[in-house]
């Protein structure tokens, strides 16, 4: 994705904005959407880039319209979350952070966030990591459901949060002996 033209990044960014506009009710804040103004930056300052150890992906139906995103970054670009669990997250830069999981809602329920989620860890295991993070709105019991059932584990809330956790154990690391 970071490699893609900036229309199509910045398709994905406002794609990730309407979704959470339409899903949790709120508008664009810097503090915590800075990641996704990130993605129309060069590789150097986008977290989501290779160089930065992370990857991001559009999906989008025959038609050609965007359905759904995610992408994956190292926890330290949000120094909070590693300030919050220190003896969890003690060095951010060797921990996977799961953002962005995002279907557009009459493509929900059909299989895109596992699909997704299963492409994240995959990748986040090639570059090198071997813990996933994410965080969920503790008000959407749905989505706290999900994570659970694709084996993230509770780690703790703070505010609004809910925090999740879970071991990389992806065929790569099985064959190679890491898990």
């Not at 800075?34 to 038609?63: C, K, M």
């Amino acid at each position: 994705m970071p490699e893609e033209p900036s229309c199509s990044r910045a398709e994905a960014r406002q794609f990730c904005l309407d979704t959470i506009k339409e899903f949790y009710g709120f508008d664009y804040r810097r503090d915590w959407h800075i990641d996704l103004d990130t993605l129309l930056l060069p590789p150097a300052e986008n977290h989501y880039s290779r160089q930065n150890r992370g990857a991001f992906w559009t999906l989008r139906d025959v038609r050609g319209d965007l359905v759904a995103t995610a992408g994956v970054r190292h926890l330290a670009w949000k120094p909070n979350i590693v300030a919050m669990f220190p003896d969890r997250y003690e060095r951010g830069e060797e921990i996977a952070s799961l953002w962005r999981v995002y279907v557009r809602k009459d493509q929900r329920g059909h299989g895109l966030g596992r699909w997704l989620t299963t492409l994240c860890e995959g990748e986040a295991d090639r570059l090198g990591y071997r813990t996933m993070y994410l965080h969920a709105s503790s008000d959407a019991p749905a989505t706290l459901a999900f994570w659970q059932a694709v084996g993230y584990r509770f780690v703790g809330t703070c505010e609004t949060s809910t925090h999740f956790d879970k071991q990389i154990t992806t065929a790569a690391t099985r064959d190679s002996g890491l898990a």
